[in-house]
């Protein structure tokens, strides 16, 4: 009989212990690590000083990691994918939290660019053509801004695939204040516009649940100038589910990259109430699983969960659906399969973009680049 080993005693935990990583994973702090690889990140952006209504979000990653408690690499099988993500071909680690100043905004935008550069412009562990996809957890929905600043250096224009009751394509207008600065353009309603004039955004784009109130009809107007389509909330229930996937489909071509973001005020105010922004008449959760599994063969790059403010949460339940988006979202990543055999079926032009891209390595960060690239951004 084999004695046991320290791994043989002390190497198990129950799901509520344990060092607070998104679903038991291996933890790392990616940012000082460079000669860390995967091909899947769980990232934290601790950020929601650009929020125009209730704050909380910056404790948003920490809720959502330990809602994710009961995930495990031992109890990770995906019944509807049949598969365990975790114990898959992929390497996923949880990369902590990126460490975002919340006194300054336009520092905050620096920064939040600069380390989502430094997370994706490295070789995934599999893979010798791409770099690793991520799922940030944030977070007001500003954050997804710098997101989509490091992908476009990569991919060039993404598609975007925006769940939220809100536009968030609303022009500086929507905001009327005699005071006026560059950064108060900027806020978690204002970021896909602000993508759509710096050019980050391709003419792909959907959003889906959407019912708040606007400030007229020049809002859709300025809605299709950027080239967005619109699946209201009441689409679910009316037209039906397969309406909701069809349109998606029928928006977005399956091998481009494609970006997805899931601000958590879609759901309903009864399973979401953690948030800073409700709106009633929202998608159950299973509604919005559903059609977050049936989009499962699009070409993910990079996807966030954002707007988990735990403050106004409820026995947790705001936070545990986050947490199992994030998981859908992993699911689908590693289902759609490493990403060599995404590079060979991109366009043409994304390829050589990818293939050809300088990735940095132990000796060379970005943040070694120091000052300079500081200014760039």
């Known amino acids: ?94 990369c902590g939290d990126i460490p975002v100043t919340p006194m300054d905004n336009e520092l905050a935008f620096k920064q939040m660019t600069m380390a989502f550069e430094e997370l994706i412009y490295r070789r995934d562990a599999n893979s010798t053509l791409a770099p690793p996809r991520y799922v940030a957890l944030g977070g007001d929905h500003s954050v997804l801004l710098p997101h989509l600043r490091a992908l476009h250096s990569i991919y060039g224009p993404l598609n975007v695939i925006h769940f939220d009751a809100h536009l968030d394509t609303w022009t500086p207008e929507g905001y009327p204040s005699y005071w006026h600065s560059d950064q108060s353009e900027l806020n ?43 699946i209201y909330a009441d689409d679910i ?22 970006y997805l973001s899931v601000d ?19 998608w159950l959760p299973r509604e919005l699983l559903y059609v977050l599994r049936a989009i499962d063969g699009l070409n993910i790059v990079g996807a966030d969960v954002v707007e988990v403010s735990p403050a106004f949460d409820n026995a947790e339940i705001t936070a545990t659906n986050g947490a199992q988006v994030a998981y859908e979202i992993i699911t689908s990543m590693v289902k759609k399969g490493k990403t060599d055999d995404l590079v060979k079926n991109n ?12 990735f940095i390595n132990e000796e060379e960060t970005i943040s070694k680049k120091g000052i300079k690239r500081y200014e760039e951004i």
């Not at 679903?23 to 940012?31: D, F, K, P, R, V």
């Not at 649940?209 to 389509?229: A, M």
């Open 1 to 94: 009989m084999r004695l046991p080993n320290r791994a043989d005693l002390w190497g198990g935990y129950w799901p509520f212990q344990g060092i607070n990583t998104f679903a038991h994973l291996e933890s790392h702090n990616c940012l000082l690590e460079p000669e860390q690889h995967y091909d899947i990140a769980v990232i934290g952006v601790p950020f929601d000083t650009a929020t125009s209504y209730r704050p909380g979000a910056r404790f948003g990653p920490r809720a959502i990691r330990t809602a994710s408690q009961r995930q495990t690499s031992l109890r990770g099988f995906n019944q509807r994918a049949m598969m365990n993500p975790y114990q898959n071909w992929a390497k996923i680690v949880d």
């Open 188 to 230: 978690h309603g204002s970021m896909l516009w602000k993508a759509n004039q710096e050019g980050l955004t391709s003419t792909h784009n959907i959003h889906a649940g959407l019912r708040t109130k606007l400030s007229g009809v020049e809002d859709y107007i300025s809605d299709d100038e950027q080239h967005f389509e619109r």
């Open 237 to 258: 229930w009316v037209e039906g589910v397969k309406y909701v996937i069809d349109k998606i489909l029928d928006t977005v071509p399956k091998d481009t990259p494609t």
């Open 264 to 282: 958590i005020d879609v759901l309903d105010p009864g399973f979401g109430s953690g948030t800073g922004t409700q709106e009633p008449g929202g």
């Open 347 to 358: 366009t043409p032009q994304t390829t050589a973009k990818m293939t050809n891209h300088q």
